[in-house]
């Protein structure tokens, strides 16, 4: 089992900077490729970043490249994700999820990822 914590998340004007975190306890997390989504009300969960277990490959949603950073530190078991720039339609309760197979991160196959955490909530004032 992997535990999942997300934190950071909070109310930010537009082109405004916020990052989140998400602390992994249990198994390794070095095992596992890392990813970031998110959930908007009323739409659909959605693939936001992806980062590879040992932070080599990293692959975005296009709706937020060149504005958010998904970055991990092994050592400390967290995973970040830094967003700049912010946009009123950004807001959403962000999630950060793990599992051991990338394509499984990347393409966002929600119903098949390993373990989620329970998300913290970004809101953006226009």
């Known amino acids: 089992q992997v535990q999942l914590v997300e934190s950071g998340g909070g109310l930010v004007q537009a082109g405004g900077s916020l990052r989140l975190s998400c602390a992994a306890s249990?198994?390794?997390?070095?095992?596992?490729?890392m990813g970031w989504f998110r959930q908007a009300p009323g739409k659909a969960r959605e693939f936001v970043a992806a980062i590879s277990w040992s932070g080599g490959s990293t692959n975005y949603a296009d709706s937020v490249k060149g504005r958010f950073t998904i970055s991990r530190d092994n050592a400390k078991n967290t995973l970040y994700l830094q967003m700049n720039s912010l946009k009123p339609e950004d807001t959403a309760v962000y999630y950060c999820?793990?599992?051991?197979?990338?394509?499984?991160?990347?393409?966002?196959?929600?119903?098949?990822?390993?373990?989620w955490g329970k998300g913290t909530l970004v809101t953006v004032s226009s």
């Open positions: 249990g198994r390794t997390f070095g095992n596992y490729h």
């Open positions: 999820a793990a599992d051991a197979t990338y394509s499984t991160v990347v393409r966002g196959a929600l119903s098949r990822m390993g373990y």
